[in-house]
């Protein structure tokens, strides 16, 4: 049975990050140790030396700069949050995995990952909130990355901050596996590659992003998984870098923009029974692969191709 302070620590901490010293950390700083053993950033811990078991070490409250010995226990502690200024909101969510870091979730195209304006309800975020609410977990809510409004597929949600900076930090290293699905009009040439161009705002069109040399590093690889006739293709593509609208701009830079796209799409040779198939965008985030910051275990998720993309490539078989 739970003594009371132990209840009281769950309701106002997520379960602490746990570091045993070992001989080789004997006489280090907390902060050493930790940086070096779970790879937590400066800005966490300044964060969480301000509450009063937010830094333990044998469940005493220490500074950064406390010295450790072999056999301690560091106890780092976030303060629970939650988002209070996104309205919880039932919708239908497809939870590939959750456990109390980290959430997957298969979205569905048509819907925002987080209210912006004009998209204050309706996201993915008001029906995760009030998913956790309705689980009675009080949970901030952090995309690790985003997909387009029309775009379907697998997105991760980190459950707490050191969650969320050990993801983005994956991210960055590019050891995060973002695979995607795309029909697109015409065939690659040559049938697989790398896209290597850079990408920014158009100065004329803020609201769009376009290939120049000034803008940001911008790469996508890419391989043709079938043909139909040279009409069209279905294209597999993995991400190094994660620039805004980046499959949508680079597809369309090689010739061969995304069926469906109301933005980067052709307007005069758009087929309209394909475009109707599609509904939207034919791009889906099918494949997502992490190393999860807590157990350390890689970890793999697939999602299904969505009923209209499948309508669409039934469709595109018939050529």
Not at 110 to 131: D, K, Q, R, S, W
Not at 218 to 235: I, P
């Amino acid at each position: 049975m739970m003594l009371e302070n132990e209840l009281e620590l769950e309701r106002l901490y997520y379960k602490p990050l746990i570091v045993r010293v070992d001989k080789n950390d004997d006489g280090k700083q907390v902060r050493t140790v930790l940086e070096r053993k779970l790879g937590v950033s400066r800005k966490l811990l300044s964060q969480v030396k301000l509450t009063e078991h937010g830094l333990t070490v044998n469940e005493q409250r220490v500074y950064t700069t406390a010295t450790v010995a072999e056999g301690d226990v560091i106890r780092v502690r976030m303060l629970r949050e939650q988002s209070d200024d996104i309205l919880p909101e039932p919708m239908p969510l497809e939870i590939v995995f959750e456990d109390d870091d980290l959430m997957i979730v298969n979205k569905q195209a048509g819907i925002v990952v987080h209210p912006t304006h004009g998209h204050y309800t309706g996201t993915l975020a008001n029906g995760v909130v009030y998913h956790w609410r309705e689980k009675g977990e009080r949970v901030r809510f952090r995309p690790v990355h985003r997909l387009d409004e029309d775009t379907s597929g697998l997105v991760a949600i980190a459950k707490t901050s050191y969650v969320h900076q050990q993801l983005s930090e994956q991210l960055q290293a590019g050891t995060v596996t973002k695979l995607y699905r795309a029909y697109v009009y015409g065939c690659p040439k040559p049938h697989a590659g790398t896209v290597d161009a850079p990408i920014d705002r158009d100065p004329l069109e803020p609201h769009l992003r376009i290939v120049t040399p000034d803008g940001y590093a911008s790469v996508t690889h890419y391989e043709t998984a079938a043909s139909f006739g040279n009409a069209a293709a279905a294209v597999k593509l993995k991400l190094e870098t994660g620039r805004t609208h980046q499959i949508r701009v680079h597809m369309r830079h090689i010739g061969c923009p995304l069926i469906g796209d109301k933005l980067y799409g052709p307007k005069e040779a758009a087929v309209s029974a394909w475009e109707e198939a599609a509904g939207r965008q034919a791009l889906h985030a099918e494949t997502l692969g992490l190393t999860h910051p807590l157990t350390g275990e890689r970890m793999v998720w697939h999602a299904a191709l969505p009923p209209e993309l499948a309508s669409l490539e039934q469709t595109l078989k018939g050529i």
